[in-house]
C-alpha cells in the first residue's frame, strides 16, 4: 500500500522560503518510470503541478514558477523535498505530494498542506 | 492559466448520464499523451478514477468512463448518484511545458 505524507510550516511570511517534505512508503523511488510530484490548490480554485522528480533523478518544472522552485529526493529516506523561495501571498494554497506511476497519472495523494503566506 | 478546459460546471438528476469534457491541444492531449481524471470531494486530496485514456484502478465504480478523441477527452458519469457531487479533473502532459497540467476544473451537482 501506498503512504504519502507532507509536512512542513503553515504558516510562512512574504519573502521567505518554503520547505516541504513528503516521506513516501509502499514504494521505491528507485523503481523505473516512477516519480513523485508536488501540486497546489489555493482555497477554491483549481489544482496547478508544480514540480517532479523521477526515479532517475530527472526533474521537472512548472515553467511559470520554475526559478523558484527545487526538488530534491533522498532515496535511502523514503523523502522528496520542494523548495519555494520568495513566498507571496497568493502561494497561500493547499500543497499536495503524489506518486506518479509508469502510465503518468498520480496514483497516490498526501493529505496536504495548507501553507498560508502573510506577514 | 491551464492549457486543459474544462466546463466550470455540469449537473443532473440521479440515474441520470453527465458527461465531462476536457479539451487540450497539439502539444498534449492531440501529441498522444494519456488523459488521466481525478475526482476531489470536499475538503479532501484527489483520487485518481480512470488513467490512461479508459483505464480504471480497481474500487472505481463502472458507472465511471472515459474517452479521449484527438485534442479531447472525456469523462462519462451513467447512473448519478449523490456521492458523485464533487469537482473533476482531467490531466494530461505537455510537450511544449515539458511538464504536467491539470485542467480547469468542473463541478458536478446532483439535483
Known amino acids: 500500500q501506498i503512504t504519502l505524507k507532507g509536512s512542513g510550516p503553515t504558516l510562512v511570511k512574504p519573502t521567505q522560503t518554503l520547505t516541504l517534505t513528503c516521506t513516501f512508503s509502499g514504494f521505491s523511488l528507485s523503481t523505473s518510470g516512477v516519480g513523485v510530484g508536488w501540486i497546489r490548490q489555493p482555497p477554491g480554485k483549481a489544482l496547478q503541478w508544480l514540480a517532479l522528480i523521477y526515479w532517475d533523478d530527472d526533474k521537472r518544472y512548472s515553467p511559470s514558477l520554475k526559478s523558484r522552485l527545487t526538488i530534491t529526493k533522498d532515496t535511502s529516506k523514503n523523502q522528496v523535498v520542494l523548495t519555494m523561495t520568495n513566498m507571496d501571498p497568493v502561494d497561500t494554497a493547499t500543497y499536495y505530494c503524489?506518486?506518479?506511476?509508469?502510465?503518468?497519472?498520480?496514483?497516490?495523494w498526501g493529505q496536504g498542506t495548507l501553507v498560508t503566506v502573510s506577514s | 492559466q491551464s492549457v486543459l478546459t474544462q466546463p466550470p460546471s455540469v449537473s443532473g438528476a440521479p440515474g441520470q448520464r453527465v458527461t465531462i469534457s476536457c479539451t487540450g491541444g497539439?502539444?498534449?492531449?492531440?501529441?498522444?499523451?494519456?488523459v488521466h481524471w481525478y475526482q476531489q470531494l470536499p475538503g479532501t486530496a484527489p483520487k485518481v478514477l480512470n488513467q490512461g485514456n479508459t483505464n480504471r484502478p480497481s474500487g472505481v465504480p463502472d458507472r465511471f468512463s472515459g474517452s479521449k478523441s484527438g485534442t479531447s477527452a472525456s469523462l462519462a458519469i451513467s447512473g448519478l448518484q449523490a456521492e458523485d457531487e464533487a469537482d473533476y479533473y482531467c490531466q494530461s502532459f505537455d510537450i511544449s511545458l515539458s511538464g504536467y497540467v491539470f485542467g480547469t476544473g468542473t463541478k458536478v451537482t446532483v439535483l
Open positions: 497539439s502539444s498534449n492531449i492531440g501529441a498522444g499523451y494519456d
Open positions: 503524489a506518486h506518479r506511476n509508469y502510465r503518468g497519472s498520480f496514483d497516490s
